[in-house]
Protein backbone atom coordinates (compact mmCIF):
# COMPACT_ATOMS: atom_id res chain seq x y z
CA UNK A 1 0.00 0.00 0.00
CA UNK A 2 2.90 2.25 0.08
CA UNK A 3 4.44 1.76 -2.83
CA UNK A 4 2.71 4.99 -4.71
CA UNK A 5 4.45 6.92 -2.46
CA UNK A 6 8.12 5.55 -2.54
CA UNK A 7 9.58 8.12 -4.17
CA UNK A 8 7.20 10.97 -2.60
CA UNK A 9 10.08 14.01 -1.94
CA UNK A 10 7.53 14.76 0.88
CA UNK A 11 7.96 14.13 4.45
CA UNK A 12 5.81 14.94 7.93
CA UNK A 13 7.37 18.14 9.49
CA UNK A 14 6.83 18.58 13.35
CA UNK A 15 5.53 22.60 13.95
CA UNK A 16 4.36 24.27 16.37
CA UNK A 17 1.80 27.63 16.17
CA UNK A 18 4.04 30.39 16.58
CA UNK A 19 0.81 33.34 15.96
CA UNK A 20 -2.77 33.32 14.51
CA UNK A 21 -3.99 36.39 12.84
CA UNK A 22 -7.14 37.26 11.27
CA UNK A 23 -5.45 38.55 8.21
CA UNK A 24 -8.95 39.81 6.67
CA UNK A 25 -12.76 38.49 7.40
CA UNK A 26 -12.70 35.23 5.82
CA UNK A 27 -9.13 34.23 6.88
CA UNK A 28 -7.01 33.17 9.66
CA UNK A 29 -3.13 32.71 9.15
CA UNK A 30 -1.65 30.06 10.81
CA UNK A 31 2.20 30.98 11.39
CA UNK A 32 4.06 27.64 11.81
CA UNK A 33 7.34 27.41 13.38
CA UNK A 34 9.82 24.33 14.09
CA UNK A 35 13.41 23.77 13.39
CA UNK A 36 12.52 21.09 11.10
CA UNK A 37 11.32 23.42 8.51
CA UNK A 38 15.37 24.01 7.68
CA UNK A 39 14.57 21.64 5.59
CA UNK A 40 10.77 22.45 3.78
CA UNK A 41 10.84 23.97 0.65
CA UNK A 42 8.12 25.27 -1.95
CA UNK A 43 9.60 24.79 -5.03
CA UNK A 44 6.63 26.23 -7.05
CA UNK A 45 3.68 29.10 -6.40
CA UNK A 46 1.10 26.69 -5.90
CA UNK A 47 3.10 24.11 -4.48
CA UNK A 48 0.67 21.98 -2.65
CA UNK A 49 1.77 20.45 1.30
CA UNK A 50 -0.87 18.80 3.01
CA UNK A 51 -1.65 19.67 7.23
CA UNK A 52 -2.68 16.86 9.52
CA UNK A 53 -5.57 18.06 11.35
CA UNK A 54 -5.73 16.86 14.72
CA UNK A 55 -9.18 15.57 15.83
CA UNK A 56 -8.88 15.51 19.48
CA UNK A 57 -5.11 15.87 19.99
CA UNK A 58 -2.16 13.18 17.97
CA UNK A 59 -1.84 9.75 18.44
CA UNK A 60 0.48 8.04 20.37
CA UNK A 61 1.49 6.57 16.72
CA UNK A 62 2.37 10.47 16.02
CA UNK A 63 4.94 10.47 18.56
CA UNK A 64 7.15 13.57 17.81
CA UNK A 65 10.36 12.32 16.01
CA UNK A 66 14.08 14.17 15.43
CA UNK A 67 13.61 14.21 11.91
CA UNK A 68 10.90 14.70 9.09
CA UNK A 69 9.20 11.12 8.92
CA UNK A 70 9.24 9.98 4.79
CA UNK A 71 5.68 10.09 3.11
CA UNK A 72 5.66 6.29 3.01
CA UNK A 73 5.94 5.61 6.56
CA UNK A 74 3.74 8.17 7.52
CA UNK A 75 1.09 7.12 5.14
CA UNK A 76 1.30 3.64 6.57
CA UNK A 77 1.18 4.79 9.91
CA UNK A 78 -2.13 6.96 9.10
CA UNK A 79 -3.95 3.85 7.23
CA UNK A 80 -3.80 1.94 10.43
CA UNK A 81 -5.04 4.41 12.85
CA UNK A 82 -9.16 4.19 13.67
CA UNK A 83 -11.22 6.62 11.98
CA UNK A 84 -12.19 8.06 15.42
CA UNK A 85 -8.33 8.91 16.01
CA UNK A 86 -6.83 9.29 12.65
CA UNK A 87 -5.78 13.13 11.65
CA UNK A 88 -8.07 15.01 8.86
CA UNK A 89 -5.58 14.81 6.12
CA UNK A 90 -6.44 18.78 4.21
CA UNK A 91 -3.99 20.22 1.25
CA UNK A 92 -3.19 24.10 1.16
CA UNK A 93 -0.46 26.34 -0.45
CA UNK A 94 1.72 27.96 1.95
CA UNK A 95 1.50 31.88 1.58
CA UNK A 96 5.12 32.46 2.50
CA UNK A 97 7.72 30.52 3.55
CA UNK A 98 11.39 31.62 5.62
CA UNK A 99 13.46 28.64 5.44
CA UNK A 100 16.16 30.76 7.45
CA UNK A 101 13.63 31.54 10.17
CA UNK A 102 12.49 27.57 10.05
CA UNK A 103 8.62 29.14 9.31
CA UNK A 104 5.84 28.44 7.21
CA UNK A 105 2.71 30.59 6.77
CA UNK A 106 -0.73 29.17 5.53
CA UNK A 107 -3.87 30.90 4.95
CA UNK A 108 -7.01 28.39 5.98
CA UNK A 109 -10.55 29.91 4.65
CA UNK A 110 -13.09 29.78 6.73
CA UNK A 111 -15.79 28.64 5.01
CA UNK A 112 -19.55 29.20 6.03
CA UNK A 113 -19.80 25.76 7.21
CA UNK A 114 -16.92 25.12 8.26
CA UNK A 115 -15.05 21.44 7.76
CA UNK A 116 -12.21 20.05 10.36
CA UNK A 117 -9.30 22.56 8.75
CA UNK A 118 -11.36 25.30 9.09
CA UNK A 119 -13.03 25.11 12.50
CA UNK A 120 -9.51 24.17 14.10
CA UNK A 121 -7.64 26.93 12.61
CA UNK A 122 -10.08 29.54 13.33
CA UNK A 123 -9.63 28.01 17.23
CA UNK A 124 -6.12 27.34 16.72
CA UNK A 125 -3.81 28.77 19.91
CA UNK A 126 -0.20 29.99 19.86
CA UNK A 127 2.43 26.96 21.19
CA UNK A 128 -0.88 23.86 19.71
CA UNK A 129 0.93 21.49 17.84
CA UNK A 130 0.43 20.56 13.66
CA UNK A 131 2.11 18.18 11.75
CA UNK A 132 2.40 19.38 8.20
CA UNK A 133 3.57 17.59 4.82
CA UNK A 134 5.60 18.70 2.43
CA UNK A 135 8.46 18.92 0.35
CA UNK A 136 12.28 17.98 1.76
CA UNK A 137 14.34 19.96 -0.48
CA UNK A 138 16.94 17.22 0.42
CA UNK A 139 14.75 14.39 -1.49
CA UNK A 140 14.79 16.64 -5.18
CA UNK A 141 11.87 16.38 -6.84
CA UNK A 142 11.07 19.69 -7.73
CA UNK A 143 7.89 19.59 -9.98
CA UNK A 144 6.08 16.96 -7.13
CA UNK A 145 2.70 18.57 -5.82
CA UNK A 146 3.07 21.91 -8.29
CA UNK A 147 0.34 22.10 -10.50
CA UNK A 148 1.60 25.68 -12.33
CA UNK A 149 3.35 24.32 -15.41
CA UNK A 150 2.75 27.30 -17.69
CA UNK A 151 5.76 26.51 -20.21
CA UNK A 152 6.09 29.77 -22.31
CA UNK A 153 3.15 30.54 -22.47
CA UNK A 154 2.52 34.72 -22.69
CA UNK A 155 -1.30 34.77 -22.59
CA UNK A 156 -3.02 32.91 -19.32
CA UNK A 157 -6.32 32.61 -17.73
CA UNK A 158 -6.43 32.26 -14.14
CA UNK A 159 -9.83 31.10 -12.02
CA UNK A 160 -9.97 30.58 -8.59
CA UNK A 161 -11.93 31.54 -5.87
CA UNK A 162 -11.13 31.85 -2.26
CA UNK A 163 -9.96 29.03 -1.49
CA UNK A 164 -7.40 29.44 -3.86
CA UNK A 165 -5.77 32.74 -3.19
CA UNK A 166 -2.91 32.30 -1.71
CA UNK A 167 -1.97 30.30 -4.53
CA UNK A 168 -3.80 32.74 -7.07
CA UNK A 169 -1.54 35.32 -5.29
CA UNK A 170 1.58 33.59 -5.32
CA UNK A 171 1.12 32.83 -9.11
CA UNK A 172 0.79 36.17 -10.01
CA UNK A 173 3.59 37.47 -8.33
CA UNK A 174 5.99 35.34 -9.70
CA UNK A 175 4.16 35.90 -13.86
CA UNK A 176 7.45 36.50 -15.86
CA UNK A 177 7.15 40.29 -17.29
CA UNK A 178 5.40 40.33 -20.58
CA UNK A 179 3.05 37.81 -19.03
CA UNK A 180 -0.85 38.80 -19.94
CA UNK A 181 -4.15 37.45 -19.24
CA UNK A 182 -7.39 37.51 -17.16
CA UNK A 183 -8.03 36.50 -13.28
CA UNK A 184 -11.95 35.67 -12.72
CA UNK A 185 -11.77 35.78 -9.11
CA UNK A 186 -14.50 34.64 -6.74
CA UNK A 187 -14.44 36.54 -3.34
CA UNK A 188 -17.12 37.62 -1.52
CA UNK A 189 -15.52 40.09 0.60
CA UNK A 190 -13.36 43.15 -1.26
CA UNK A 191 -10.88 42.60 1.53
CA UNK A 192 -9.58 39.52 -0.15
CA UNK A 193 -9.27 41.66 -3.42
CA UNK A 194 -5.73 40.33 -5.27
CA UNK A 195 -3.07 42.42 -7.16
CA UNK A 196 -2.38 41.80 -10.47
CA UNK A 197 1.26 43.20 -12.68
CA UNK A 198 0.52 44.67 -15.27
CA UNK A 199 -1.25 43.17 -18.51
CA UNK A 200 -3.71 40.67 -16.16
CA UNK A 201 -6.93 42.04 -15.71
CA UNK A 202 -8.41 41.03 -12.97
CA UNK A 203 -12.25 40.24 -12.39
CA UNK A 204 -13.77 40.41 -9.07
CA UNK A 205 -16.71 38.17 -8.99
CA UNK A 206 -19.41 37.70 -6.28
CA UNK A 207 -19.83 34.22 -4.58
CA UNK A 208 -21.67 32.09 -7.36
CA UNK A 209 -20.60 34.13 -10.35
CA UNK A 210 -17.44 32.32 -11.25
CA UNK A 211 -19.12 29.57 -13.61
CA UNK A 212 -21.11 32.13 -15.75
CA UNK A 213 -17.79 34.48 -15.78
CA UNK A 214 -15.67 31.65 -17.00
CA UNK A 215 -18.42 31.03 -19.76
CA UNK A 216 -18.34 34.14 -21.25
CA UNK A 217 -14.67 34.07 -21.38
CA UNK A 218 -14.59 31.03 -23.10
CA UNK A 219 -17.50 32.43 -25.20
CA UNK A 220 -15.53 35.44 -26.36
CA UNK A 221 -11.63 34.55 -26.26
CA UNK A 222 -11.76 30.69 -26.31
CA UNK A 223 -11.64 30.08 -29.80
CA UNK A 224 -8.15 32.91 -29.93
CA UNK A 225 -6.81 30.83 -26.84
CA UNK A 226 -7.24 27.74 -28.89
CA UNK A 227 -5.26 29.33 -31.87
CA UNK A 228 -2.49 30.45 -29.61
CA UNK A 229 -1.51 26.93 -29.13
CA UNK A 230 1.29 26.27 -26.20
CA UNK A 231 1.38 30.52 -25.74
CA UNK A 232 -1.79 30.21 -23.96
CA UNK A 233 -2.07 28.47 -20.57
CA UNK A 234 -4.88 27.77 -17.78
CA UNK A 235 -4.84 27.12 -14.70
CA UNK A 236 -8.19 26.53 -12.61
CA UNK A 237 -8.60 26.43 -9.05
CA UNK A 238 -12.25 26.24 -7.04
CA UNK A 239 -14.56 24.11 -6.24
CA UNK A 240 -14.49 20.50 -7.49
CA UNK A 241 -17.36 19.92 -10.00
CA UNK A 242 -16.91 23.68 -10.65
CA UNK A 243 -13.21 23.47 -12.07
CA UNK A 244 -14.19 20.32 -14.05
CA UNK A 245 -16.75 22.30 -16.02
CA UNK A 246 -14.41 25.47 -16.29
CA UNK A 247 -11.89 22.61 -17.52
CA UNK A 248 -14.48 21.25 -20.26
CA UNK A 249 -15.34 24.47 -22.15
CA UNK A 250 -11.71 25.13 -22.46
CA UNK A 251 -11.29 21.79 -24.07
CA UNK A 252 -14.51 21.96 -26.16
CA UNK A 253 -13.42 24.99 -27.35
CA UNK A 254 -10.19 23.28 -29.06
CA UNK A 255 -7.53 24.15 -26.27
CA UNK A 256 -5.60 21.55 -25.73
CA UNK A 257 -6.27 19.47 -22.19
CA UNK A 258 -2.06 19.80 -21.58
CA UNK A 259 -2.44 23.60 -21.76
CA UNK A 260 -5.40 23.26 -18.92
CA UNK A 261 -4.48 22.59 -15.22
CA UNK A 262 -7.69 21.73 -12.84
CA UNK A 263 -7.23 21.70 -9.32
CA UNK A 264 -10.42 21.33 -7.24
CA UNK A 265 -9.49 22.90 -4.00
CA UNK A 266 -12.94 22.07 -2.05
CA UNK A 267 -16.42 20.49 -2.46
CA UNK A 268 -19.39 21.80 -2.02
CA UNK A 269 -20.91 18.96 0.10
CA UNK A 270 -22.94 18.78 3.21
CA UNK A 271 -19.67 19.00 6.13
CA UNK A 272 -19.75 17.17 8.96
CA UNK A 273 -20.73 18.68 12.09
Given at each position: ?????????????????????????????????????????????????????????????????????????????????????????????????????????????????????????????????????????????????????????????????????????????ALAP?????????????????????????????????????????????????????????????????????????VEVG???????????????????
Amino acid sequence: MTGAFDASPNALFETRVAAVGRVSPGFVRLTLHGPQLAHFVAHGPDQRIKLLVPQSGYPKAFAPRAEPVPEREWRATWRELPDAGRPVLRSYTPSAVRTTDHEVDVDVFVHASPGPASRWAAAARVGERLLVSGPDVRRGRPGHGVQWQPGDADAVLLVADEAALPALRRILAALAPGVGGTALVEVDDPADAVAAPPGVTVTRLPRGGLLAAAGVWVQEHGAAAAAHGPGFYAWVAAESTRVARVRALLVEVGVAAGRVSAQGYWNDRPRPT
